[in-house]
Protein backbone atom coordinates (compact mmCIF):
# COMPACT_ATOMS: atom_id res chain seq x y z
CA UNK A 1 0.00 0.00 0.00
CA UNK A 2 1.14 3.85 -0.78
CA UNK A 3 1.32 5.85 2.38
CA UNK A 4 -1.54 7.55 1.58
CA UNK A 5 -3.85 3.82 1.30
CA UNK A 6 -2.06 3.39 5.02
CA UNK A 7 -3.03 6.49 6.49
CA UNK A 8 -6.62 6.04 5.45
CA UNK A 9 -6.86 2.72 6.31
CA UNK A 10 -5.80 3.71 9.41
CA UNK A 11 -8.00 6.31 9.93
CA UNK A 12 -10.83 4.05 9.33
CA UNK A 13 -9.82 1.57 11.77
CA UNK A 14 -9.33 4.33 14.44
CA UNK A 15 -12.72 5.71 13.96
CA UNK A 16 -14.20 2.17 13.44
CA UNK A 17 -12.83 1.99 17.79
CA UNK A 18 -14.84 5.03 18.75
CA UNK A 19 -17.49 3.33 18.17
CA UNK A 20 -17.42 -0.73 18.48
CA UNK A 21 -15.69 -3.24 18.23
CA UNK A 22 -11.91 -3.00 16.23
CA UNK A 23 -8.42 -4.03 16.78
CA UNK A 24 -5.19 -3.24 15.58
CA UNK A 25 -2.55 -6.00 15.63
CA UNK A 26 -0.80 -8.45 13.75
CA UNK A 27 -1.77 -12.20 13.79
CA UNK A 28 -0.28 -15.94 11.73
CA UNK A 29 -3.66 -17.61 12.23
CA UNK A 30 -2.73 -21.73 13.08
CA UNK A 31 -5.47 -24.22 10.89
CA UNK A 32 -8.58 -25.73 12.47
CA UNK A 33 -7.53 -29.18 11.51
CA UNK A 34 -6.10 -31.17 13.48
CA UNK A 35 -4.17 -33.14 10.92
CA UNK A 36 -3.03 -30.46 9.18
CA UNK A 37 -1.35 -28.81 12.25
CA UNK A 38 -0.30 -32.23 13.50
CA UNK A 39 1.88 -32.38 9.97
CA UNK A 40 3.13 -28.95 9.81
CA UNK A 41 7.02 -28.77 10.55
CA UNK A 42 5.81 -24.97 12.25
CA UNK A 43 6.55 -24.82 15.80
CA UNK A 44 3.27 -22.61 16.32
CA UNK A 45 1.22 -25.30 14.84
CA UNK A 46 3.13 -27.83 17.51
CA UNK A 47 2.45 -25.68 20.24
CA UNK A 48 -1.60 -25.19 18.69
CA UNK A 49 -1.44 -29.01 18.34
CA UNK A 50 -0.50 -29.66 22.28
CA UNK A 51 -3.01 -27.26 23.31
CA UNK A 52 -5.83 -29.60 21.64
CA UNK A 53 -4.10 -32.28 22.77
CA UNK A 54 -6.26 -34.99 25.61
CA UNK A 55 -4.23 -34.00 28.82
CA UNK A 56 -4.63 -30.08 27.88
CA UNK A 57 -8.54 -30.47 26.87
CA UNK A 58 -8.96 -32.77 29.98
CA UNK A 59 -7.25 -30.13 32.30
CA UNK A 60 -9.22 -27.02 30.77
CA UNK A 61 -12.72 -29.14 30.89
CA UNK A 62 -11.98 -29.44 34.79
CA UNK A 63 -11.15 -25.72 35.64
CA UNK A 64 -14.00 -24.39 33.68
CA UNK A 65 -16.77 -27.13 34.30
CA UNK A 66 -17.75 -27.09 30.74
CA UNK A 67 -17.37 -30.42 29.46
CA UNK A 68 -18.53 -29.80 25.68
CA UNK A 69 -15.07 -28.36 24.86
CA UNK A 70 -13.51 -30.62 22.80
CA UNK A 71 -10.99 -29.02 20.68
CA UNK A 72 -8.36 -25.88 20.73
CA UNK A 73 -7.77 -22.94 18.10
CA UNK A 74 -5.23 -20.30 17.74
CA UNK A 75 -2.78 -17.98 16.56
CA UNK A 76 0.41 -16.25 17.25
CA UNK A 77 -0.27 -12.48 17.75
CA UNK A 78 1.69 -9.54 18.01
CA UNK A 79 0.98 -5.77 19.25
CA UNK A 80 3.41 -3.25 18.42
CA UNK A 81 3.40 0.84 19.05
CA UNK A 82 -0.16 2.17 18.42
CA UNK A 83 -2.10 -1.63 18.26
CA UNK A 84 -4.88 -2.64 20.43
CA UNK A 85 -7.92 -4.67 20.67
CA UNK A 86 -11.29 -2.89 21.62
CA UNK A 87 -14.21 -4.73 24.45
CA UNK A 88 -15.38 -7.82 23.22
CA UNK A 89 -16.79 -11.12 25.01
CA UNK A 90 -15.28 -13.71 22.16
CA UNK A 91 -18.86 -14.42 22.13
CA UNK A 92 -18.81 -15.38 18.24
CA UNK A 93 -22.04 -16.96 16.80
CA UNK A 94 -21.10 -20.59 15.46
CA UNK A 95 -17.67 -20.94 17.06
CA UNK A 96 -18.91 -22.33 20.14
CA UNK A 97 -16.39 -21.29 22.48
CA UNK A 98 -16.28 -21.69 26.09
CA UNK A 99 -13.10 -20.36 27.09
CA UNK A 100 -10.34 -18.12 25.55
CA UNK A 101 -6.50 -18.56 26.63
CA UNK A 102 -3.16 -15.99 25.95
CA UNK A 103 -0.10 -18.11 26.71
CA UNK A 104 2.62 -15.03 27.13
CA UNK A 105 6.09 -14.87 24.99
CA UNK A 106 7.41 -11.10 26.07
CA UNK A 107 10.07 -10.76 28.53
CA UNK A 108 10.41 -7.53 30.84
CA UNK A 109 7.32 -6.23 29.72
CA UNK A 110 6.58 -2.84 31.56
CA UNK A 111 2.83 -2.08 32.68
CA UNK A 112 3.24 1.44 31.20
CA UNK A 113 3.44 0.33 27.88
CA UNK A 114 -0.17 -0.61 27.65
CA UNK A 115 -0.82 -4.11 25.68
CA UNK A 116 -2.68 -5.09 29.01
CA UNK A 117 -5.24 -7.59 28.96
CA UNK A 118 -8.33 -6.15 30.67
CA UNK A 119 -11.11 -7.70 32.14
CA UNK A 120 -14.38 -4.95 32.15
CA UNK A 121 -16.54 -5.41 35.12
CA UNK A 122 -20.13 -4.94 34.99
CA UNK A 123 -19.62 -1.48 36.78
CA UNK A 124 -17.74 0.28 34.85
CA UNK A 125 -14.27 -0.95 36.61
CA UNK A 126 -11.58 -3.41 35.27
CA UNK A 127 -8.56 -5.63 36.52
CA UNK A 128 -5.59 -5.95 34.01
CA UNK A 129 -3.04 -8.38 33.12
CA UNK A 130 0.09 -7.46 32.45
CA UNK A 131 1.96 -9.56 29.66
CA UNK A 132 4.56 -12.14 30.85
CA UNK A 133 6.66 -14.48 29.57
CA UNK A 134 5.72 -18.29 29.94
CA UNK A 135 2.25 -17.33 31.67
CA UNK A 136 -1.14 -18.97 31.05
CA UNK A 137 -4.31 -17.18 31.52
CA UNK A 138 -7.41 -18.76 31.13
CA UNK A 139 -10.82 -17.37 30.77
CA UNK A 140 -14.29 -18.14 30.28
CA UNK A 141 -16.49 -16.99 26.93
CA UNK A 142 -18.37 -14.94 26.82
CA UNK A 143 -16.22 -12.22 28.76
CA UNK A 144 -15.89 -8.56 28.50
CA UNK A 145 -12.09 -8.05 27.67
CA UNK A 146 -9.89 -6.21 25.71
CA UNK A 147 -6.19 -5.33 25.22
CA UNK A 148 -5.19 -1.21 25.92
CA UNK A 149 -2.79 0.45 23.57
CA UNK A 150 0.39 0.34 23.23
CA UNK A 151 2.25 2.89 23.39
CA UNK A 152 4.93 4.71 21.53
CA UNK A 153 7.56 4.22 24.27
CA UNK A 154 7.34 0.81 24.05
CA UNK A 155 10.54 -1.41 24.20
CA UNK A 156 9.45 -4.23 22.02
CA UNK A 157 6.27 -6.34 20.80
CA UNK A 158 3.67 -7.59 22.86
CA UNK A 159 3.60 -11.53 21.67
CA UNK A 160 1.74 -14.45 22.71
CA UNK A 161 -0.18 -17.42 21.35
CA UNK A 162 -4.22 -16.47 22.06
CA UNK A 163 -7.01 -19.32 20.96
CA UNK A 164 -9.97 -20.61 22.40
CA UNK A 165 -11.62 -24.20 23.25
CA UNK A 166 -14.35 -24.92 21.61
CA UNK A 167 -17.24 -27.45 20.94
CA UNK A 168 -17.48 -29.54 17.80
CA UNK A 169 -19.46 -27.63 15.46
CA UNK A 170 -22.61 -28.87 14.10
Not at 45 to 62: K, N, T, Y
Not at 64 to 77: L, R
Not at 83 to 100: I, M, P, S, Y
Amino acid sequence: MTSQQWGALNQAVLEAARHGFQFRYGSIRVPDEEQTRRQSPHLLDAFVHFMAGPEVLALVRAITGSEAIGFADGQATRYVSGDFLTGHDDGVAGKNRHAAYVFGLTEGWRTEWGGLLMFHGADGGFSGRVPAFNRLDLFRVPQLHSVSYVTPSAGAARTSVTGWFRSAMG
